[in-house]
């Protein structure tokens, strides 16, 4: 039997890397928007928020995201997950916006339409709290609806 084994040479098995399911990605942030309370240990979690980047300002959205470098074939891991973060559409750093956005998990669609209002009130409306999201709403400047 040892002799067998000197023959063939050490065999090292590597395990794959597997890339971390979404549905674990996803889950304190699904837990959060149903109310559930899940505990804050401080470690960024994915999915889709809100935050206002002034006091008295507009929310603006806000994501983060895992980035995961997986092979087509074998389905391996090629490179280590990276979390990323987005708040009002500039790359942020995940743990400095956690604190801020921890509080205010929000839907996908949620996230999707502060992100086209912003976008639209920069391109058409300019007076509009929206189009000025780092400024506190002036309730004396902003126009009237009707």
Not at 28 to 35: P, T
Not at 115 to 131: K, Q, S, T, Y
Request: glycine share 6%; charged share 20%; hydrophobic share 45%.
């Amino acid at each position: 039997m040892i002799a067998t084994l000197a023959r063939q040479g050490p065999s090292f098995v590597v395990p794959m890397r597997r890339p971390t399911p979404m549905a674990v990605l996803h889950a304190w942030h699904r837990a959060a928007l149903r109310g559930l309370q899940p505990v804050n240990d401080g470690t960024p979690r994915c999915g889709w928020y809100k935050r206002r980047l002034v006091r008295g300002g507009v929310f603006v959205p806000a994501r983060i995201w895992m980035v995961q470098d997986i092979c087509p074939e074998t389905g391996e891991l090629l490179s280590d997950e990276v979390l990323r973060c987005e708040v009002n559409g500039l790359a942020a750093d995940p743990e400095e916006a956690w604190a801020w956005v921890s509080g205010h998990p929000v839907t996908e669609q949620e996230f999707r339409y502060l992100a086209a209002r912003i976008a639209f009130a920069v391109r058409h409306e300019p007076h509009d709290p929206f189009a000025m999201p780092s400024r506190p709403i002036d309730i004396n400047r902003t126009p009237v609806m009707f």
